[in-house]
């Protein structure tokens, strides 16, 4: 098992075990409001907030493109027959010696 396996397993049980063990019902005063709760509840409400607040921080960022991927839009268009510098059938520009080879 990996290191990180092994701590999220020591944390759970280490968690679950301090959650059964406050069952009692406890005052809590929430600005002028005052409930009674369960520490069980309250706890883990908590650890559920903790752990949003957690990920939340932790994502990763976004990552800038990369090249070959900003490449990927632009249209890549070869061996266009319109183009007259690809279009090898227009003899005109093409000297006596280019036109042998070509032929």
């Known amino acids: 098992m990996s290191f990180k396996t092994l701590t999220i397993i020591i944390l759970s049980v280490f968690i679950t075990v301090v959650f059964m063990q406050n069952t009692d019902e406890v005052l809590f005063t929430i600005l002028w409001k005052e409930i009674y709760i369960s520490k069980l509840l309250m706890m883990l409400i908590v650890t559920v907030f903790g752990f949003i607040v957690g990920l939340i ?7 800038a493109p990369l090249a070959t991927e900003i490449a990927k839009d632009i249209p890549f268009e070869v061996n266009n027959p319109n183009e007259d510098y690809l279009n090898h059938h227009d003899k005109k520009g093409l000297s006596d010696e280019d036109r042998d080879y070509i032929s």
């Not at 921080?57 to 990552?63: C, D, G, N, S, T």
Request: glycine letters at 0%.
């Open 57 to 63: 921080i932790a994502r990763p960022k976004k990552k």
